[in-house]
């Protein structure tokens, strides 16, 4: 494999526009990826059916891997600012077939993805305008395609007005979640709760066990993921070396203490039978009881605007992904065409609004109902996510290697803890298979989902006589 690192030696056409987004910028798009209240819509009613109450536990018990991959983020955007992110680095660190195989995953990650976003955006859009649909597929199909469209249809302009949009939904959101989170505590406090808190929200026997608890730190590795958004958007961030590697380790912080605040806050407002059959519409559920009336639909905006921003940036990310693969030739060469003006990657946008577009439809198909749906996807992208963190890890682990030994902040920042997060990832993606903690639909779409990038590697490599990772595109960004 040694000739399929050689390059072709063409020079690109264009660039992403550098220098339009600073830190802050960085970090909203990270955490509007994350999506806590879109995302605790989808997950909070999933994470209760694994881990009764006390879904605390696997969500801080995350956090530790996930500090540890975000460290190897940091480490590696240091070492090369690349819009493929994990694609290249794991490419050059490790293996061309694993880098490939790194990039396909987070495309499918965020296509999949997008049907937990625009499904709650379908169902809570209908809560407002008709609320007798909100249990029906194509109806919530339909009107979360329009979403897609839409915001699709937004991201062709300047990343600079993607940024100003994600900024003002992030201070609406997070300052409604904050208020319903200090009305789900005083609820608790009065006790008129649908349970009190007790120590089995705490322990691993509350969580149903090892089986329990393994199917909730999905589900968790699924909540928090997203925060790399912060780096696919390196190339057109101030400061690129560090600004990146910033984002991504405040916003893994960040979303630690929100996500362990709304559910602690919110997970006992109603019963565990209401909460598990409100499918995507959980938090407008809790709303109602938390703060009856009409002013209880300002939860249901912020879940649908960040919902929506969630939705943005996922198109934003899979498409800067897209581009720099198709730099590589190991994409279609339209990918690489950007706007001559905004210097946005129109083509493949688009292109990934479709395919978001496609899989929705699908959804309308699929056995069961929204819960059901949901609930899958919830779980099939924490594996998806606990393998392409863990190659991030390993190729960060590798490429420092030489200077792992020199100091200790060496040692433990680059090598223990970012090791630690892999090897963590990977035993629960290994005992959830073993044990059977999460369904076989969920295994088949996570697994699958990983499993087919290698032989289109290889096709695309043989078949298609591509040697991968040998176009122009990562050698000039190395010499740029």
């Known amino acids: 494999m040694a000739d399929v690192l050689c390059k072709t030696g063409a020079a690109p056409t264009s660039h992403l526009k550098a220098g339009s987004l600073s830190l802050t910028d960085a970090i909203v798009l990270a955490l509007a990826s994350s999506a806590p209240a879109q995302t605790m819509a989808v997950a909070l009613p999933a994470l209760v059916a694994a881990t009764g109450y006390a879904g605390l536990l696997p969500i801080v018990c995350a956090f530790v891997p996930m500090l540890g991959i975000a460290l190897a983020y940091q480490r590696l955007n240091r070492w090369d600012q690349s819009a493929g992110a994990t694609y290249t680095w794991v490419s050059k660190a490790l293996h061309p077939y694993l880098g490939f195989v790194a990039g396909w995953m987070i495309l499918m990650y965020y296509t999949l993805g997008t049907i937990s976003m625009t499904v709650p955006a379908g169902a809570y859009t209908l809560q407002f305008v008709a609320p007798g649909l909100v249990g029906n597929k194509i109806a919530v199909a339909l009107v979360g395609g329009v979403w897609n469209v839409l915001v699709t249809l937004l991201l062709l302009a300047k990343i600079e007005i993607a940024a100003r949009f994600q900024k003002a939904l992030a201070i609406f959101e ?24 007790s120590s089995a929200w705490f322990t691993l026997s509350g969580a149903g066990g090892t089986k329990g608890f393994l199917a909730g730190t999905l589900i968790a590795v699924f909540m928090y993921s997203g925060w790399d958004a912060a780096i696919y958007v390196n190339e057109e961030t101030k400061d690129k ?21 709304i559910t602690f806050a919110y997970q006992a407002v109603v019963s565990r039978a209401a ?29 649908l605007l960040g919902t929506v921003a969630c939705l943005q940036v996922a198109v934003v990310s899979s498409s800067r992904l897209g581009f720099a693969m198709a730099e590589d030739r190991v994409m279609p060469a339209f990918f690489k065409t950007l706007h001559p003006k905004t210097a946005s990657p129109w083509a493949v946008t688009l292109f990934m609004g479709a395919v978001n577009l496609v899989f929705l439809c699908l959804t309308v198909f699929e056995a069961g109902g929204i819960r059901e749906v949901l609930s899958n996807i919830a779980g099939a992208l924490g594996i998806i996510a606990s393998l392409y963190y863990a190659l991030t890890a390993i190729a960060a682990v590798w490429q420092y290697r030489a200077v792992l030994r020199k100091n200790f902040g060496n040692f433990v920042l680059g090598g223990v803890w970012p090791g630690l997060g892999a090897v963590s990832l990977l035993g629960v993606v290994v005992e959830s298979v073993r044990t059977r903690a999460v369904s076989a639909t969920v295994l088949c779409a996570g697994l699958g989902a990983a499993a087919i990038g290698l032989p289109i590697a290889v096709a695309v490599h043989y078949v298609g006589k591509v040697p991968l990772l040998a176009a122009s595109g990562t050698q000039q960004r190395e010499s740029s």
């Open 174 to 197: 997070y300052s409604v979640l904050l208020l319903f989170v200090i009305l789900g505590m005083r609820t608790l406090a009065l006790g008129s709760g649908a349970s009190p808190v």
């Open 241 to 261: 070396e560090t600004n990146p590697g910033r984002a991504a380790i405040t916003s893994v912080v960040i979303l630690l203490l929100v996500y362990s605040l």
């Open 275 to 303: 909460l598990e059959n409100s499918a995507g519409n959980s938090l407008a559920v809790i709303a109602e009881h938390l703060l009856p009336g009409r002013s209880s639909l300002v939860l249901s905006i912020a879940v």
